[in-house]
């Protein structure tokens, strides 16, 4: 009994040891495969649209509520303290700061990650990664590296139309609902902003698009086991890129942006 | 037991070749040698190691131990740019053809030509339609996606892209799988065919005996990750091997055991 307890402890530490390995060869590869020729530039731009402008409805939605909701959350906090002239600096913040980046990212994380994990995984069960192989074209090269960097580059692109539209849902709601004169609502939204508000957000955005591709390419590069397989690689790419990018929010903002 | 072909240049040799999974003992120390020009296929019931062995070759599947030589250069421990340049000698067609579904009928049989050669793609789309029209299909078929066609023309298609290049060695794993018998001869047909014409070396796997009498030079039989057998084509029939016998008969009787559950 005791035995076979520390056999499973065994199992299961091999088993983590070895993923972690498998995981950290992979992105090693991706990584260096990003920087050396040949590039595949017409990749590229099919992932930079793919991921970037079929994104954008769905990040400009969640940011238009976001920042609505915002607003009305910290009028009805600041109203118990007669601070209700804090609405357009908080929301400003909290989008530009942490909303934008964190809700884009993972936005984009359930509809970009789970997208490639599908595809890469059809590919690897019905042997087209096999076919790169075979055709004399690296697979890292051609499917890893223009989805990874279409990602690094493309994420900032969507926070910062995110920030936009998250500050104008605030706009709206305090113009049109909480009595707020628009002039000097945008007056108190540029005067306490800061540049360091938004580029921070952005440089957590390209280490989300990062997380996103990386994590929707590796679960879907070695997927097996047919449809299974395939449906299973999408869902660790999803849930491992949701978490990763909390996790590296927090590491990144008390690290390097607090 | 196994392995020495004809007289001619070695084009590839294995020796001692062994692949595991975990437990499982694939490959258990194959060696195999082809001759250039010839057309060798493996027979072998499902689970046997074709596809395996067949991927070490290709070096989609590096090998536990032994060797590969291809031109009589060692392959198996090789990557990056030497890789690339002994694939650049190789065409496969896949079992289920692998045809990229993001990529219409043109460019899936001139990517090689334009990933592999740097050939701009307005060639490419030119040689791709004439390399189609050898196997069978028309000018209208080019502009096509994979899923618009039957697993026939699929199959075709796979061929004009494994021939597109002009390789020197081509693959073919279960050529006929899937396929009615009148289209399983066409394909046999125009592997003939396209081979003869390459003057390629070729490799098949399969379990068609049909396909192995149509498409080889010498067949090879591979059961538990060995070469059990090989011989010429024209004496499969008097092999001697009774295990060789039971498999080109289809008999359930004899030494080749399925793991099947008797009630």
Known sequence: ?????????????????????????????????????????????????????????????????????????IYIGGSRFNAESIVPTIVVLGITRELGPVLAGLMVAGRVSSAIAAELGTMRVTEQID?????????????????????????????????IIGVMGGFLVSTQSLGFNGGSYLKNTLDFMEADDVS??????????????????????????GAQGVGAATTYAVVSSAVLILASNYLLTSLVFS | MAAASGHGKQKIVLKGVRKSFGAKHVLDGIDLSIDE????????????????????????????????????????RIA???????????????QGAALFDSLP???????????????????????????????????????????????????????ARAIASHPDVLFF????????????????????????????????????????????????????????????VGDIDHSGNPYVEQFIHGRAEGPIQMDILKT
């Open chain 2, 105 to 159: 009928v043109w460019e899936n049989v001139a990517f090689g030509l334009i990933q592999g050669q740097g050939k701009n793609r307005r060639e490419a789309r030119e040689v791709a339609i004439d390399t189609l029209a050898q196997v069978g299909l028309g000018p209208e078929v080019a502009k096509l996606m994979p899923a618009e066609l039957s697993g026939g023309m699929q199959k075709r298609v796979g061929l």
């Open chain 1, 131 to 163: 076919a790169l192989t075979t055709l004399s074209t690296n697979p890292y090269k051609y499917l890893i590296v223009p989805r990874i960097l279409a990602a690094v580059i493309v994420l900032p692109l969507l926070v910062l139309v995110a920030d």
């Open chain 1, 1 to 73: 009994m005791q035995l076979n307890f520390l056999a499973i402890i065994g199992r299961f530490a091999l088993g983590m040891l070895g993923e972690i390995g498998r995981f950290s060869r992979f992105a090693a590869k991706s990584v260096l495969s990003c920087v050396q020729a040949p590039f595949f530039l017409r990749n590229l731009l099919q992932q930079t649209m793919t991921i970037g402008y079929y994104s954008l409805p769905v990040v400009g939605l969640t940011a238009v509520f976001t920042g609505a909701v915002l607003a009305l959350q």
């Open chain 1, 200 to 225: 921070s957000g952005l440089w957590k955005a390209a280490a989300f698009g990062f997380i996103i591709a990386l994590m929707g390419c590796y679960h879907g590069f070695f997927s097996r086991g």
């Open chain 2, 37 to 76: 020009g010839q057309s060798l296929v493996v027979i072998g019931g499902s689970g046997t190691g074709k596809s395996v062995m067949l991927k070490c070759i290709l070096g989609i599947l590096v090998p536990d131990a032994g060797s590969i030589h291809i031109d009589g250069k060692e392959t198996t």
């Open chain 2, 173 to 232: 794993d279960e050529p006929t799988t899937g396929l009615d018998p009148i289209m399983s001869d066409v394909i046999n047909e125009l592997i003939v065919e396209r081979v003869k014409d390459l003057g390629a070396t070729a490799v098949s796997i399969t379990h068609d005996m049909a396909s192995a009498r149509k498409i080889a030079d010498r067949i090879a039989m591979i059961y538990r990750g060995r070469i059990i057998w090989e011989g010429a």
């Open chain 2, 80 to 94: 990056g740019r030497a890789r690339e340049g002994v694939m650049k000698k190789f065409g496969m067609l896949f």
